[in-house]
Each structure stands twice: as C-alpha cells, then as structure tokens.
C-alpha cells in the first residue's frame, strides 16, 4: 500500500484501503477559517439543532486569516461569528484577530502551532489544506457541507484516491527552488493531471529539501487537480512536529511493492527557474525564455510564498539592489513576521534588506492579495495590473480586477524580477 | 439532493478550467451561504467572474436568477477553490446542472454535499463544439441522455457512479441518516 492507503485505512479502523473504496475515517483536526467558517457553522447548526456541540473542541481549530485588515464590515461580521461560536463551544485553538492570539494565515498557522502531525487526517475548508501532507499527513480541502458534519461526528466518507508518485533526484541548481519543482510538474501534467489522485513525491531532491520548502510543493497539488500532495516523513519532518508538539504520532512509509496510478521522474540537476504565466498554473515557461515580459508589481506572500524562508530567498536577492517596481510584502504569519526582524543575511536584517530595497513597508499576516478579497485589501490588483506573484494560482482576476494578470514564481525569481521591472531568471542579477 | 429525472431548458456555454474564481470572484466570499438573504445575492454574482470575452452574461444585471438552467462546460470545470460558495451561487441562480468533460474533484463533491446543482459528465467533447449560448436541451438523468430540443439529436452522459446513492439519498446528511450513522 502507498503512504496515503495506510494512513485512510488506519483512519477507518481497516487493513487495507484501496484507490476507489469509498470509506468513512475520523478526522483528526478540521480546521476552518473566516470565509467557510461563519457557513460550515450555519450546516451545522442546520443539521444538528442549535444547541449541538462539536465532536471535540479540541480537534476543531478556526483560524481567520482571509480578510482581516478590511473595513468591509461583512467581514468583520464573519469573524464575530467565529468569536460567538468559539465561545460557546469552548473550542480551544482560536487564533483571534486583534488580540495576542491571531496568527495569520491558516496553512503556515497550522504545522507552526503543532497541529500538522504525521499519520494523521487533517480537513480543512480550503483546497489548500493540501499543504499538511508535507509533514506525512493526508490533508485536504472540503466544502462547508462536509465540514458541517464532521463538526458533529468527527467523520467523513471519503474515495480513496489513487496514487501518482513523482521522483526527484539530484542536486538543485542555484537558483532554483521547491516552487520550480511542483510548477514544472503543473506543467508537464496539466491543471487536471492529477485530478482525484494523491500526488507522492519523493527523491533524494525532496529529502534535501527543508520542511518549509516540502510545504510549497504539497501546496500546490491541488493546482494539479490532487487529493491531496504528501512526502514520506523522515528525520527532518520528525524534528520539526517534535519541536512544536508533545503529542504523540505514528509515521507511514509507501510500501516497494506498492501500486501506484504511474510514476513521474525528474532530474533535478535540469530544472530552472520557471514562472506560470496568465492564466493558468499549467502555463509554464522558463524566466529565461519569458526574461523581456514587463511586469508592474511583484507580491511576495501566501501560504505557498509567505514563509520564512521565502522570504529568506527574496532577500538573499534584494540584498543590496533596489527595486524598480512596487514590491509588497506579507508574512504569513505573526511567527514570519517576527523572524523578518531578527533573521539577518549579510548582518542586516531581512525587513532593513527590503526597506534598504525600497519595498513597500509589509502588511500584517493575512492571505492579503492572494486572492484579491475585499477592494481595500493591501496589494490587491485594483487596476489591470500585471503582478509577479509567490501565491498560487493566476485565474483571470485572481488578485483582483479581471484586467489585472498574475505570472507565479519562486520567491528567488519574484525578488530578481522586481530588482528589472521584468521577468527575471534570479542568475541573472 | 431533490432527484429531478428531467431538466429542460437553455443552456449557457463555457469553455475550459472555469475556476472558482470565475464562478464566484473572492471579493464575494464575505457572503455566508446559510444566511437566506446572502444566499439569494450570492446567486445574482454567479459567473459574474469569467473574463469580457463572454459577451452574454450568466445573470442579468440587477437581477438574481438565470435564464440558463444548464451549463454546458468543457474540462476541469470548478477547479480551485473548496468554496461551497461556488456550487451555491449556482444553485441561488437557477442552475440545475452542470454538464462538462470533466470536474475538479472539490467543486463535484460540494455539488454532490449540497445538492445545488447536478454535475454531469459529458461523453465526449461534441457538446461544448456542436452547442451554443441559448439552444435549448433536455437532460435525462434517469437514462443519462442530453437531447437538443431543435434537432432532437440525442447525446450520451456518463452515469454519475457511486455516489448515486448519496445523491439519491439527498446529500451527505441524509445517506448518513439513511446508513444509521447519525440521528
């Protein structure tokens, strides 16, 4: 069995589990947010009566992070509704906005704050959710309707999905980064190339990779159409959950004789720096071959591109440049955030190399301009912009208007592009 | 899910990987799709998000439902987001299927959960190349039949599968009801 097929068997009290079973497991965590969680909480209520009580307040964890710093006063009614039901519920992880508690974005917040743990299942109500099979989860996204009723029951019938496995091996050239790998794979693959399917990957590429960087090639399965993206865990995943939980967990391995869908390999000693132009993740191109494209801003955030490291990347680059086009920059969290400040490169600090850059003065954590929201959100495509952005997707009006044009990139090639005002393969300034 | 066997009426033609973002832009999402008023506003949004090149729009300004029943989509239709805003602006308008090539695996499944529209899967590609904007079909679910009113021409639709229980039952809730795993 592969990696995902034990961990859903496990999580339906089965042996086996296998592609197209359709099985009921337990959830572990079900995480939700101000944008699904004001509407999971009215099916719930629905469903269950007004007075029902969630399967275990302290698997139910509400993390706002979409549209936070908005005077849209529908939003804040959102978030209200996520207070009244914390409270009555007695739900213990809340990461409340405007007090000591927020954090920031849901999908950086979790695994930050030990919620991510292998072995286990995590749902979310955001196809993003994906980003936690990093840590050697399954974790997916669901509707509110789904998430209503694991809200009371604490379970959810599933189809177990089949399994692409993609193997990367080598050496990474420099420059080039974890967002190169799973957009090159979104290419090769198409934005349907892994629909129902879960995305393995491994390699000693993967192995090389650090924790945070795994997280942005899991991000973005969903971008393929998967299930959900997961790596096997090892010393390195292990050491991390260890470092941001006492609770314990069990680790699954694919395994040699396990039966997947087909299996993908890559090289990574031949990829380069890539950028997915408008609008679609699928259209991949390299920063070389696109390198005279004009671009008006570049945003450097989200839980695909707003990490710490990320931002390491950026200002690895920025470092001593200026940049020729409006650079924003969000931190995922109140954790990278922190780090923006005491990190340094060079004996600077990563927030004096973007100040000293002529960035934009970065916004407070939220999904911000990722995908547009409310017109007053920072960053946001107001115009018909074109943007080199590290989110995740660049569906007609995105991060915005629908004249605006989002191009994805790496942290490392969004930083050279805003140092050229152009597409800019990072080697190249 | 309430199990209509035949649905007749025009059909809204779109094209490849329409996302989420095009069937509800994010700037709506501050609309909680259990709040009655807000579910009803939801739907005047729906497609609103597809870019100028679509000359007709899906709802008509000022206006909260369709004229169009049925969406005739190509591939990938609703890849994306899990926003169960999406099959619901749908459903708020008036839209009581979807027929494309093929679906992204969250918005079906939101479909199937909430039972706002009928995702169906196309047999081939003649559908979105043969039809337009405005021709009138009549769906079949029971025979898995899509016939276009003018000609009569009869084109096959894949089965919906095993989650035709689920639909059957009317939604996740009522199959688990009907199963015995909840009250």
């Keep these: ?429 | 899910m309430s199990h209509h066997n035949i649905i007749k009426g025009k059909i809204f033609v779109v094209g490849d990987n329409i996302d989420t973002d095009q069937i509800i832009p994010a700037q709506y999402l501050n609309l909680v799709p259990t709040n009655p008023d807000e579910y009803k506003k939801l739907g005047s949004y729906a497609l609103c998000g597809l870019p100028d090149s679509y000359k007709t729009r899906f709802v008509k300004d000022g206006e909260f439902k369709t004229e169009y029943p049925i969406i005739i989509g190509a591939n990938n239709f609703g890849c994306g987001s899990s926003r169960e805003h999406a099959p619901v602006s749908l459903g708020a308008a008036g839209t009581k299927a979807v027929i494309a090539n093929s679906f992204a695996r969250i918005f079906f499944r939101n479909c199937i959960a909430t039972g706002e529209v009928f995702p169906v899967e196309a047999t081939s590609d003649i559908l979105t190349k043969e039809l337009k904007t405005g021709d009138e079909v009549e769906i079949n679910l029971e025979k898995n039949e899509l016939t276009v009113v003018k000609t009569g021409k009869t084109h096959k639709l894949k089965d919906i599968g095993d989650v035709r229980e689920v639909v059957e039952a009317g939604g996740i809730f009522n199959y688990a009801r009907k199963k015995g795993m909840i009250k």
């Design chain 1, 1 to 429: 069995m592969t990696i995902t097929e034990k961990i859903l068997a496990k999580a339906a009290g089965k042996k086996d589990a296998d592609p197209g079973d359709n099985i009921w497991v337990s959830a572990d965590i079900l995480m939700t947010h101000d944008v699904c969680g004001p509407g999971t909480i009215g099916v719930f209520k629905r469903e269950f009566g007004g007075s029902a009580k969630v399967w275990d307040r302290e698997k139910v964890v509400i993390i706002p992070d979409h549209y936070i710093y908005t005077s849209d006063e529908m939003c804040h009614r959102n978030v209200d509704t996520l207070r009244k039901f914390v409270k009555e519920q007695g739900i213990k992880y809340f990461y409340d906005p405007g007090t000591p508690t927020y954090s920031g974005v849901c999908h950086v917040t979790l695994p930050e704050k030990g919620h991510c743990r292998p072995g286990e299942v995590l749902f979310g109500t955001d196809s993003h959710t994906c980003t936690h099979g990093s840590l050697g989860e399954f974790a997916t996204g669901i509707g509110n309707t789904d998430a209503g009723f694991v809200m009371g029951t604490g379970k959810l019938l599933i189809k177990v999905p089949a399994t692409i496995k993609f193997v990367i091996d080598g050496e990474l050239p420099k420059g080039v980064s974890a967002k190169d790998i799973i957009l090159r794979i979104i290419g090769d693959i198409g934005v349907d190339g892994a629909t129902y399917c879960a995305m393995e990957f491994a390699g000693s590429t993967i192995e090389s990779l650090s924790v945070e960087e795994r997280m942005t090639i899991c991000n973005m399965a969903i971008e393929a159409g998967g299930k959900n993206g997961i790596i096997a865990p090892d010393d390195k995943t292990i050491a991390y959950v260890k470092s941001k939980t006492k609770k314990p967990f069990e680790c699954f391995y694919s395994d040699k004789d396990a039966k997947y869908l087909s299996v993908k390999k890559y090289d990574a000693t031949k990829l380069v720096p890539v950028v997915a132009m408008p609008f679609s993740p699928d259209k991949v191109k390299t920063a070389a071959e696109m390198k005279d494209y004009k671009i008006d801003r570049v945003y450097i955030g989200s839980c695909t591109g707003g990490k710490i490291e990320d931002f390491k990347m950026a200002a690895s680059i920025l470092a001593g440049k200026k940049v020729k086009v409006k650079t924003f920059i969000v931190p995922a969290t109140v954790e990278v955030e922190k780090a923006l400040a005491t990190e340094k490169i060079g004996g600077k600090t990563i927030f004096k190399i973007f100040e000293d850059a002529g960035c934009e003065t970065p916004a407070p954590p939220s999904c911000a301009a990722c995908l547009g929201g409310p017109v007053d959100t920072f960053g946001r495509c107001n115009n018909d912009e074109i943007c080199v952005s590290t989110t995740n997707r660049n569906f007609p009006g995105r991060m915005g208007s629908k004249g605006s044009k989002t191009i994805l990139a790496s942290a490392l090639t969004a930083a050279a592009s805003a140092i050229k005002g152009k597409i800019t393969d990072p080697k190249d300034v």
